[in-house]
Structures are given as structure tokens and as C-alpha cells.
Antibody
Framework: QLQLQESGPGLVKPSETLSLTCTVSGGSISSTDYYWGWIRQPPGKGLEWIGSIHYTGNSYYNPSLKSRVTMSVDTSKNQFSLKLSSVTAADTAVYSC?????????????????WGQGTLVTVSS | EIVLTQSPATLSLSPGERATLSCRASQSVGSYLAWYQQKPGQAPRLLIYDASNRVTGIPARFSGSGSGTDFTLTISSLEPEDFAVYYCQQRSDWPPFTFGPGTKVDFK
């Protein structure tokens, strides 16, 4: 059973860079059928997709965050990572990683399952 | 960017009752809409994809319908474990993929 687990600092200072890693277990990140995504949820607010990356390194980001986001993949560790620069209090949120794509008889991009439990990142001095 | 709105914000029902949740898109998303369930302290779980297809292992009491801009998630008879927050999400016009604000189904 595929599982994802986020890790990284829970507190980041304003103007610094938020860095998180998602470790995938129970399956390989090096699948041609799937992308790997990050989604966040600010306290009391809705879900916001941040971006997705393929094991080949191909990635796409939310235009609203694109200038500040970098994602990467480490296939040797079965991990992918998120960096969000120049953070402010508005970036305080629970950050979750998820597999993007659903394959049955066909594969459908753009759906997220499974998800990690999420990790709260607070931006504060 | 496609904006999704969900109604009602909260739905108060009793076990055994029928739940009808609505999701409306700011422009047509065809059938490219999913529903997720999130319980407190847990990760979201994908229930329905492409508007009406149940994910393997999801009980038959969950059904999705709709196309274009108006979609419905129906839970035919609520079980105690169904009390949760439900989100819709579109993959029609991206980036970005967008989510609705959620509907909370709680105990009456």
C-alpha cells in the first residue's frame, strides 16, 4: 500500500525559504504514469494546489506561486521536495504531498490519491 | 482560474439519512470533477473521479452526478463514519487544479 510522509521544519521565519520533503513508501516514485504533488491548506481555509513533478523532473506549478516554487525529485531515496521562497505569514498552512494521477483501465491526470497526513508550517519570527 | 463553490457549507443530518452535496464551477469543467472526503486528523481520500466514477473500494452508497458547471455528491444512507468534510476538485482547465471550499456533514 502506497504511503507518503512529509517532513521538514515546522517553523520558518518571514522572507526565508520553506523546505519540505515527501518520502514515498510501498511503491516507486519512478513510475511513468504518475506525477507527485504538493497541496496546502491555510488554517480555516480551503485547499490550494501548489505544483506537481514527474520523476523525470518535468514539473508544473500554480501560476499564483510559480515565481517562488521549486520542486525536485530524488529517485534514489524515493523522495520529492518542495521549496517555497520569500515566505510570509500568508504561507502558514498544512502542507500535504500526494500522488497525482489515477490509473484504472486508463490513467487520469489531475486527481490526487493517496495523500500524506500533512505537516503544519508556521511562518513567524 | 476556475472557481468552485460548494453548498451548503454545513449539512446537519442523522445516520441513515440521505446527504446531497452540491459543487458549482465558474465555467464548464465537462466531467473532469472529483470528490474527496476528509475526516478530522486524516488526509483527504479520493471518492469519485470524472464526476461519477467511484474509486475502487468506495462504498456504493456514494454516488456522483453532473456535468458542465453543476455537480452533486449523494450519500444514499449516512453511516457514522461518513460524517466528514467533502471537497470537490476540477482538472479541466489547469494549471491550476482547484478545489472547492468544502461541505461539512455533521451530526444533527
Amino acid at each position: 500500500q502506497l504511503q507518503l510522509q512529509e517532513s521538514g521544519p515546522g517553523l520558518v521565519k518571514p522572507s526565508e525559504t520553506l523546505s519540505l520533503t515527501c518520502t514515498v513508501s510501498g511503491g516507486s516514485i519512478s513510475s511513468t504514469d504518475y506525477y507527485w504533488g504538493w497541496i496546502r491548506q491555510p488554517p480555516g481555509k480551503g485547499l490550494e494546489w501548489i505544483g506537481s513533478i514527474h520523476y523525470t523532473g518535468n514539473s508544473y506549478y500554480n501560476p499564483s506561486l510559480k515565481s517562488r516554487v521549486t520542486m525536485s525529485v530524488d529517485t534514489s531515496k524515493n523522495q520529492f521536495s518542495l521549496k517555497l521562497s520569500s515566505v510570509t505569514a500568508a504561507d502558514t498552512a498544512v502542507y500535504s504531498c500526494a500522488r497525482e494521477g489515477l490509473c484504472t483501465t486508463s490513467c487520469y491526470n489531475g486527481y490526487f490519491d493517496p495523500w500524506g497526513q500533512g505537516t503544519l508550517v508556521t511562518v513567524s519570527s | 482560474e476556475i472557481v468552485l463553490t460548494q453548498s451548503p457549507a454545513t449539512l446537519s443530518l442523522s445516520p441513515g439519512e440521505r446527504a446531497t452535496l452540491s459543487c458549482r464551477a465558474s465555467q464548464s469543467v465537462g466531467s473532469y470533477l472529483a470528490w474527496y472526503q476528509q475526516k478530522p486528523g486524516q488526509a483527504p481520500r479520493l471518492l469519485i473521479y470524472d464526476a461519477s466514477n467511484r474509486v475502487t473500494g468506495i462504498p456504493a452508497r456514494f454516488s456522483g452526478s453532473g456535468s458542465g458547471t453543476d455537480f452533486t455528491l449523494t450519500i444514499s444512507s449516512l453511516e457514522p463514519e461518513d460524517f466528514a468534510v467533502y471537497y470537490c476538485q476540477q482538472r479541466s482547465d489547469w494549471p491550476p487544479f482547484t478545489f472547492g471550499p468544502g461541505t461539512k456533514v455533521d451530526f444533527k
